[in-house]
């Protein structure tokens, strides 16, 4: 799951780090009660406007802008709420930006780059700085690796403090500003791991005008197998800002992930759901989404799957692929049946069944009325849905 801006920072302030805070609204309506109230926290005539979207990359895109005063702030404020905002992160549909948060512009004299993630390779947590901070990291990672720098983090040591004394180091920080890194790397580790993140980033992280250390943006990404544990997190989830057809999926329990090809895909088991992605490509079509539908699929959850999948105006045919081990091969013939006759098809439909109860199966689905195209192999059913998108 991801937050705002907003929200990190707020984390962020919760564990003691500095943080550039601001007001965040939603409406222009409070946009004088928002600057008036940065300008009392922080005695500035100075503004920095934010768009607030789950994408980064809103500076280059317009979505961050410098206010030397309160009427430039006013008028980006309403310039930038309700904006479509483009990103290199967003897509060219861009974001509608529904939150913008107002904070005191910061005198920035040093800019860098500090995230935490999982290394998969190493099976660790990887702690990482770079003195190239405010730029695109893929960028620096791709131009100039050597430029990042990495600790990884014996798991049960955490970051200790030799590391942390490294990575300040690596950004060519001394005296007050290292010992003020030491100590913001530690909690931002602290965090990282007990609110069981997936990625912390501070980009850029600055020193300021005055010399100290400051997290002047900062995303937050989260384990969602975790956030049953953490109920005030969950509750910081922004559904505008999430696909609606993978949240509607969500409520069904079923695992779906939209892709941009034209193939309705229908799988039970991520494994399987996987190959048959492989398989369409190879015989030359492109996947419309990933859909697990789970182990116990029914009728219901049959049903479900085929409105999610033709939710999506790109989806030309749709494969169902199932493998029967727990589910049974003709509970799902009949979800199919039943789904095809109250939804409105107007796609062809390549049903393979396959395990337990198959032949039921089959016989149910070619003694009803619905029109499906049944396939025998994994193969023969890609190849026919593939054909059938292209007719
Ligand atoms: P992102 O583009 O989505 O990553 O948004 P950021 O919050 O990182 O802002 C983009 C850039 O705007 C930063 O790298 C800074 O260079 C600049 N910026 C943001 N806030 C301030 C500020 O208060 N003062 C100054 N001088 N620059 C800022
Ligand atoms: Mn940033």
Do not use: W
């Not at 180091?169 to 500003?177: C, K």
């Not at 109250?342 to 390549?350: E, G, M, R, S, Y």
Request: net charge negative; glycine share 10%; hydrophobic share 45%.
């Amino acid at each position: 799951m991801k937050i705002h801006e907003y929200q990190a920072k707020e984390l962020l302030k919760d564990y003691g780090i500095p943080i550039q805070d601001g007001v965040t609204i939603d409406d222009v309506a409070q946009a004088e009660e928002a600057i008036e109230q940065v300008h009392r926290a922080h005695d500035t005539e100075q503004y920095v406007i934010k768009a607030q979207i789950h994408a980064g990359g809103r500076g280059k895109g317009g979505g961050v802008k410098f206010c030397p005063d309160r009427a430039a702030a006013l008028e980006n404020i309403q310039n930038i709420l309700g904006m479509t905002l483009v990103t290199h992160q967003t897509g060219p549909e861009g974001r509608l930006v529904k939150k913008v948060m107002v904070g005191p512009a910061i005198d920035i004299k040093q800019e860098f780059y500090a995230a935490i993630t999982l290394d998969r390779t190493k099976g660790m947590d990887t702690f990482m700085v770079s003195s190239e901070g405010g730029v695109e990291i893929e960028e620096v990672a791709r131009t100039a690796p050597e430029k990042i720098v990495k600790e990884a983090i014996v798991p049960g040591f955490g970051l200790r403090s030799f590391q942390a004394r490294n990575l300040a180091l690596a950004l060519g920080l001394e005296g007050a500003a290292a010992k003020q890194a030491v100590g913001m790397f530690q909690k931002l580790y602290q965090l990282y791991r007990e609110l069981d993140c997936s990625i912390v980033e501070i980009n850029p992280l600055i020193v300021t005008g005055a010399g100290d250390l400051m997290a002047l943006d900062a995303k937050i990404n989260f384990d969602d197998n975790a956030l049953y544990l953490h109920k005030d997190i969950a509750a910081m989830r922004d559904l505008d800002e999430e696909d609606p057809a993978e949240v509607e999926a969500g409520k069904s329990n079923l695992n779906y992930i939209k892709l941009d090809g034209e193939i309705g895909c229908m799988v039970n088991g991520a494994g399987l759901a996987m190959s048959t992605m492989d398989i369409i490509k190879q015989v030359g079509g492109s996947p419309a989404n990933f859909l697990d539908v789970g182990g116990g699929a029914n009728v219901e959850t049959v049903k479900n799957g085929f409105r999610i999948i033709l939710s999506d105006p790109n989806v030309k045919a749709v494969l169902i692929n199932i493998f029967g081990g727990i589910v049974r091969c003709d509970r799902i013939a009949n979800g199919i049946i039943e789904a095809v006759k109250v939804l409105d098809l107007n796609v062809p439909v390549v049903v393979r069944l396959a395990g337990t109860n198959a032949d039921v199966a089959k016989e149910l689905l070619a003694n009803s009325d619905v029109e499906i195209i049944s396939a025998d192999s994994f193969e023969d059913a890609a190849n026919k849905v593939v054909q059938a998108a292209k007719e």
